[in-house]
C-alpha cells in the first residue's frame, strides 16, 4: 500500500527583533517599556538607539527625536555648565554632570535624562543617589538611582508641558532639593531656581534679578545680549559664598 507523502514543515520565520534601531531615523520599542522596570531595562540595553532621548513619567513614554535649538537651548545650557561645573570642581562640591544620564528614582515613577545634574558628597556617601553599574562592565555605569541634589531643565518646543508640569511634579516626588528651569524662547529669559518645600516647588525670591541657590549657597542672575555677529551671549553670574 502506498503511504500518503508526508508534509514538509515550512521552518518559523525567526522572530523579529522587540528593540534597536533599524537605522539611525526608526526603532522598535518593546512592549514592556510601558513599566517603570521595563523602560528602564530597554534604556540601558546595548539595542536602545543613541540619537533618541526617551523618559518615563507619570506612567507613559516621553520619546524626542528633534534636534535642539541652538540659541534658546544648546547655548543656555553651554553657559550654565561652564559657571556651574566650574563652581563645582574648583570647591570640591561633588559631581557634576551634564546631560545624557538617565536619572531614575521608582517613588517617584521616573526615568528621565535631565538637561544637567549635580550630587553632592553627602549624597554620594549615603548612597542617596548611587550609580548602577551595566553587568559585566565594572566601572562603567549607564543609570543613576535615587535622589540627586540639583537637576536642569531647558524648555524646547517640544517640552514645555513636560518640563513645566510633569517633571516638576515628578522631582518633586523624587525629593530633588533644587529644580532649575530656563524657557529662553521668548524676548526675555525666564529663570527659575525652584527651592522643595513640603507642599510643591517654589520659586526663590528675585531681587535685582539675583536668586540664591540653597545648594550651591551662592546669587545667580542669569543675562544675555546680542553679539556682533547678532547671536545671542548669554551670562549666568554668580555671587556671595
Known sequence: MATAPTKRRRPA???LPVSGPADRFSFRMPANA?????FRAWATSPDFPEHVRAAFLDGEVYIDMSNEEWEAHIAVKSEVYTVVGALVRDEKLGKFYPD???ITNEDA????????????RSSLRSK???FVPREG???RYWELQGTPDWVLEVVSDSSVQKDTDKLRHAYHVAGI???WLVDARGEEIDFRILLWRKNGYVAAPVK???QRSKVFRRDFRFTRRKDEFDLWEYTLELRGG
Open 128 to 130: 542617596r543617589a548611587r
Open 34 to 38: 510601558s513599566t517603570l522596570a521595563g
Open 100 to 102: 545624557g544620564g538617565l
Open 137 to 139: 562592565q565594572p566601572g
Open 13 to 15: 520565520p525567526a522572530p
Open 208 to 210: 535685582g534679578g539675583w
Open 177 to 179: 532639593p533644587e529644580y
Open 109 to 120: 515613577g521616573v526615568s528621565n535624562n535631565p538637561d544637567a545634574c549635580f550630587l553632592s
